[in-house]
């Protein structure tokens, strides 16, 4: 009896391993979306190696192809815009309403302005390949005022206040003092 259970286990052992093997060539092929250009799916491979692209949702936003995705440490929202040759262009992350995702420089700056009692509506974060150009914009309310957006430079300086005009930001947008 106990020489068949034996046996049982180290059949259900190997049968476990079996099944739990995957093709790891699999890990070499960078687009899941056979609709995406290699170059693109190469390019989002190499600037996001950690990300699970069987879950990152493609999209073409006007000249761009955009990957849209959940980061693993924080779960928040990106967006990776890419040219069709492959070229990154620009990320967004969208942490919310949460001023303790964004750095301590830029919750402080957003405090201490005159929006600072204004409710936040949302806060991204726009990434681009000239860190110069690196922004947060948080969209704030309130109740009788219209919509207002404030950009802030990394180190915490007011780029510019403006009514919000539910316009997209893209890599083309020109985000200069007003």
Not at 44 to 63: A, C, L, N, R
Not at 112 to 133: F, N
Request: net charge negative.
């Amino acid at each position: 009896m106990k020489l068949k259970l034996f046996y049982l286990l180290i059949a259900i052992f190997g049968l476990t391993n079996i099944t739990a093997c995957s093709d790891d060539d699999d890990n070499n092929k960078p687009a899941v979306n056979p609709n995406i250009p290699e170059a693109v799916a190469q390019a989002f491979k190499d600037k996001y190696p950690d990300v699970d692209q069987s879950k990152v949702q493609w999209e073409t936003k006007g000249i761009y192809t955009v990957a849209e995705f959940k980061t693993l440490a924080n779960q928040n929202d990106v967006e990776a815009w890419f040219t069709k040759a492959g070229e990154w262009k620009m990320t967004e992350n969208d942490y919310g309403k949460d001023l303790f995702m964004i750095p301590t420089v830029i919750n402080e700056a957003f405090v201490k302005s005159e929006y600072g009692t204004w409710q936040i509506d949302d806060i991204s974060y726009y990434e681009y390949p000239t860190e110069s150009s690196n922004f947060y914009l948080i969209e704030v309310e309130k109740t009788g005022q219209p919509d207002t957006q404030l950009y802030f430079k990394t180190d915490g300086t007011t780029i510019k206040t403006t009514t919000d005009t539910n316009v997209d930001i893209t890599p083309d947008t020109q985000v200069q003092p007003a």
